[in-house]
């Protein structure tokens, strides 16, 4: 059993930060990340990494956010930069089990940036 907890979410101005983390317990995959959604929007990638370090991000944030990952702590940060309104969003941790293409979720963390 996997289960993810994030912490961290709020509220920020436009240009503010935040520090996303979230905590792994049960079975640790290679993969690690962030998602988020916005109302009536589908959910979407925003970042993620290997247990190696290797790193992807969304056009979106590249150069803003950047993910970090304690394979010792079993945990994943998601920092996060010059925040615009656009990144409002609830944001949830995630890690896979590519074998069986199964994805393992937190519950979600609301991320609002006023203007």
């Known amino acids: 059993q996997v289960r993810l907890v994030e912490s961290g979410g709020g509220l920020v101005h436009a240009g503010g930060s935040l520090r996303l983390s979230c905590v792994a317990s049960g079975r640790i995959f290679n993969v690690m990340g962030w998602y988020r959604q916005a109302p009536g929007k589908l959910r979407e990638l925003v970042a993620t990494i290997t247990i190696g370090g290797i790193t992807n991000y969304a056009d979106s944030v590249k150069g803003r956010f950047t993910i970090s990952r304690d394979n010792v702590k079993n945990t994943v940060s998601l920092q996060m930069g010059s925040l615009e309104p656009a990144d409002t969003a609830v944001y949830f941790c995630?890690?896979?089990?590519?074998?069986?293409?199964?994805?393992?979720w937190g519950q979600g963390t609301q991320v609002t940036v006023a203007s």
């Open positions: 995630n890690t896979k089990n590519t074998l069986l293409n199964l994805d393992y």
